[in-house]
């Protein structure tokens, strides 16, 4: 579902992230794990073609970003660590305006806006401008419109940050049946428990290099993910 091959990317002299090679399966849930500034977020704006590689190459359902990108998008949602959304739009307006840049038709926008934002107790206050929000309820209007379109791959930074436990269980069982369904999550998290529970997969990285991937058994044996990532961030690269 999404191939990254051989991806650098390189900021003046800083090279934030090295040669990066990862390859998430459909129905697979795949955390990303890493210090700040190990290039997570570098990493996932470039799988959302948000960002150029100077170097490798991105893949989305067989497709490369660099020749496809609009193909590729429109598999995809991308949900960022800090929702960047339109202030002076309503919730309601937000959604239906990402609907219409996906095509969900207005049976569909509608059956699935209600769902999600019943899901997310965010539905009473959708017509309330979103700059009026808490930033936990943006980060719910986020998730909500990354689900409209059905995408087979959903991509998001650090998503469980201001949700609240309900919100957060809700998100971790949404991710699931998505991938139960034959899409893929590629996902960041500093919570390392979460990742330990809800992932299938996990890839460690350390200053902008891979130093472990693999399923959750063979990245952490009979150790804490916790134990695992401390014990590798104390290791030179």
Same mark, same amino acid.
């Given at each position: 579902?999404?191939?990254?091959?051989?991806?650098?990317?390189?900021?003046?002299?800083?090279?934030?992230?090295?040669?990066?090679?990862?390859?998430?399966?459909?129905?697979?849930?795949?955390?990303?794990?890493?210090?700040?500034?190990?290039?997570?977020?570098?990493?996932?704006?470039?799988?959302?073609?948000?960002?150029?590689?100077?170097?490798?190459?991105?893949?989305?359902?067989?497709?490369?970003?660099?020749?496809?990108?609009?193909?590729?998008?429109?598999?995809?949602?991308?949900?960022?660590?800090?929702?960047?959304?339109?202030?002076?739009?309503?919730?309601?307006?937000?959604?239906?305006?990402? %609907?219409? &840049?996906?095509?969900?038709?207005?049976? /569909?926008? *509608?059956?699935?806006?209600?769902?999600?934002?019943?899901?997310? +107790? @965010?539905?009473?206050?959708?017509?309330?401008?979103?700059?009026?929000?808490?930033?936990?309820?943006?980060?719910?209007?986020?998730?909500?419109?990354?689900?409209?379109?059905?995408?087979?791959?959903?991509?998001?930074?650090?998503?469980?940050?201001?949700?609240?436990?309900?919100?957060?269980?809700?998100?971790?069982?949404?991710?699931?049946?998505?991938?139960?369904?034959?899409?893929?999550?590629?996902?960041?998290?500093?919570?390392?428990?979460?990742?330990?529970?809800?992932?299938?997969?996990?890839?460690?990285?350390?200053?902008? %290099?891979? &130093?472990?991937?693999?399923?959750?058994? /063979?990245? *952490?044996?009979?150790?804490?993910?916790?134990?695992?990532?401390? +014990? @590798?961030?104390?290791?030179?690269?």
């Amino acid at each position: 579902m999404l191939e990254i091959r051989n991806y650098s990317k390189i900021y003046g002299d800083k090279k934030a992230v090295d040669n990066l090679s990862l390859n998430i399966q459909p129905g697979e849930i795949y955390g990303f794990i890493g210090h700040n500034g190990a290039g997570k977020t570098t990493t996932l704006k470039a799988c959302a073609g948000v960002l150029m590689p100077t170097s490798g190459e991105i893949f989305v359902d067989g497709m490369s970003m660099l020749s496809s990108p609009i193909e590729c998008k429109k598999k995809i949602a991308y949900i960022p660590d800090n929702p960047d959304l339109y202030d002076y739009m309503s919730g309601i307006k937000y959604l239906n305006f990402t %609907a219409d &840049i996906f095509g969900v038709s207005a049976g /569909e926008r *509608k059956e699935r806006i209600k769902k999600y934002s019943d899901m997310f +107790e @965010l539905t009473a206050d959708l017509a309330q401008p979103i700059s009026s929000y808490s930033h936990g309820m943006k980060q719910k209007l986020a998730v909500i419109s990354a689900w409209l379109h059905e995408p087979k791959l959903i991509i998001m930074d650090e998503p469980f940050v201001g949700l609240d436990p309900k919100a957060a269980h809700t998100l971790k069982t949404m991710m699931r049946e998505l991938c139960d369904r034959g899409g893929a999550i590629f996902f960041s998290t500093h919570v390392l428990e979460v990742a330990e529970k809800l992932c299938d997969k996990i890839a460690i990285i350390k200053s902008g %290099a891979l &130093i472990k991937s693999g399923t959750m058994e /063979e990245v *952490k044996g009979d150790e804490t993910l916790e134990d695992v990532f401390l +014990e @590798l961030e104390d290791r030179d690269v």
